[in-house]
C-alpha cells in the first residue's frame, strides 16, 4: 500500500535557529508533494506545493527564503524552518499525490515543532 | 477566495444518536473535489470520504455524504454514533481539473466528541 513517512516525529529548537524535516513516499510515485502547517488551535495551512518538473509554488505569506524544499525524487521531499520562531510552531505534514490524475493525497504522520 | 465553512467547535453526541457536520464551501473552481479527513488524537489526517459528482451519495465507514453543487455543500452524516468516532473532523476543497490539484483548503474542523 501507499505510505508516507515523515521524519523527525517531535524535534525542538531554540528560537533563530533552523530544523529540517523530511517526508519520504513508500509503495508509489511521489510526482507531487505538499506540505502543510496546522499551527496551534487552527487547520492546516498550505505552505507550497511541489510537482516534479515544476517550480515549487509557494502559497501567501509563506516564502522560499523562510521555508526552502526540495524535492529531488518522486520518493523525498524536504523542507526546512529557516530561523524558527515561536510562530513557527506546530504540526508540519507532507501530503503525497501518485499521479496527476489522482485525486488522493496520501499523508504522513507529521512532525511537531516546538521552539522554545 | 476559495473557502471552507464547517460547524464550528465542538459536537458533543450520545452514542447511537445521528452524526450531522456540517460543510459548505466557496470556489471559483468549476470543477469542485470535496473531501472529508478524520483525525483521531496523536495521528495524521486520514481520508474518510470524497467526491466531486454533484448529486451523487458517497459512502465509507459508515458515513456519507453527497454533494449538492446547487447549495455548495457536503454535509456529513452517520446515522448512530459509536465511541470511537470521536475525533477532528475537516471538510476540504480541491480543484479536480486544475493544475494545483494537490492543493487542499481545509475548513477549521469540527471537534466530535462521543459519550457512552
Known amino acids: 500500500g501507499a505510505l508516507v513517512y515523515q521524519y523527525p516525529r517531535r524535534t525542538i529548537c531554540k528560537s533563530g535557529t533552523s530544523m529540517r524535516m523530511e517526508c519520504q513516499a513508500v509503495g508509489f510515485q511521489a510526482t507531487s508533494v505538499a506540505w502543510y502547517r496546522q499551527s496551534p488551535q487552527k487547520t492546516f495551512e498550505l505552505i507550497a506545493l511541489?510537482?516534479?518538473?515544476?517550480?515549487?509554488?509557494?502559497e501567501q505569506n509563506f516564502t522560499q527564503e523562510k521555508f526552502p524544499i526540495s524535492h529531488p525524487n518522486l520518493s523525498f521531499s524536504s523542507m526546512t524552518v529557516l530561523n524558527a520562531y515561536l510562530e513557527d510552531r506546530g504540526l508540519y505534514l507532507c501530503?503525497?499525490?501518485?499521479?496527476?490524475?489522482?485525486?488522493?493525497?496520501?499523508f504522513g504522520p507529521g512532525t511537531r515543532l516546538t521552539v522554545l | 477566495g476559495d473557502s471552507v465553512t464547517q460547524t464550528e467547535g465542538l459536537v458533543t453526541l450520545t452514542e447511537g444518536l445521528p452524526v450531522m457536520l456540517n460543510c459548505t464551501y466557496q470556489?471559483?473552481?468549476?470543477?469542485?473535489?470535496l473531501f472529508w479527513y478524520v483525525q483521531h488524537l496523536n495521528e495524521s489526517p486520514r481520508l474518510l470520504l470524497k467526491?466531486?459528482?454533484?448529486?451523487k451519495r458517497t459512502e465509507h465507514q459508515g458515513f456519507h455524504a453527497t454533494l449538492h453543487k446547487s447549495s455548495s455543500s457536503f454535509h456529513l452524516q452517520k446515522s448512530s454514533a459509536q465511541l470511537s468516532d470521536s475525533a477532528l473532523y475537516y471538510c476540504?476543497?480541491?480543484?479536480?481539473?486544475?493544475?494545483?490539484?494537490?492543493?487542499?483548503?481545509f475548513g477549521i474542523g469540527t471537534l466530535l466528541s462521543v459519550k457512552p
Open positions: 501530503g503525497a499525490r501518485d499521479r496527476q490524475d489522482s485525486y488522493e493525497q496520501y
Open positions: 511541489s510537482t516534479v518538473n515544476s517550480a515549487i509554488k509557494y
Open positions: 467526491s466531486f459528482t454533484d448529486n
Open positions: 476540504a476543497l480541491s480543484d479536480r481539473y486544475g493544475s494545483s490539484g494537490n492543493k487542499l483548503i
Open positions: 470556489t471559483i473552481y468549476s470543477n469542485p473535489f
